[in-house]
């Protein structure tokens, strides 16, 4: 999903990025579209050559790949952790979800858990 954010949209893009085995990657990007984060889009009929493009349920999703990234950072930071950088000013993102009804950043007021009906 990061690399689907950051314009990668081809199978060997993919392959080249995340250094995975081709059937792996084969079997993640099926998930994914499965799962309707990416779907599948015919480029080419000669060869057949598909792309993966993002879903309105994957564009979703980088607020949620932010917030990871910003625990693994803060929490296993040892090794490689991804970073995310605004394109226009060059400043690293430091995500904090906030909830829209009172504006408090998530985690710090009280919750209360309620089952669905």
């Known amino acids: 999903m990061r690399d689907a954010?950051?314009?990668?949209?081809?199978?060997?893009?993919?392959?080249?990025?995340?250094g995975i085995a081709p059937t792996m990657l084969t079997a993640r990007l099926?998930?994914?579209?499965?799962?309707?984060m990416l779907e599948k889009r015919r480029y080419s009929d000669r060869p057949p050559r598909d792309e993966y493009v993002l879903t309105e349920a994957g564009s979703d999703f980088l607020p949620v790949l932010f917030a990871i990234g910003a625990w693994g950072r803060k929490h296993r930071g040892g090794g490689k952790v991804t970073r995310f950088f605004d394109a226009e000013t060059g400043t690293e993102i430091d995500p904090v979800t906030i909830d829209r009804e009172t504006g408090a950043p998530v985690g710090t007021?009280?919750?209360?858990?309620?089952a669905p009906e």
């Open 5 to 18: 954010h950051a314009g990668l949209t081809r199978f060997d893009e993919f392959r080249k990025s995340l």
């Open 30 to 36: 099926s998930a994914l579209t499965d799962e309707g």
């Open 109 to 114: 007021r009280p919750i209360r858990v309620a």
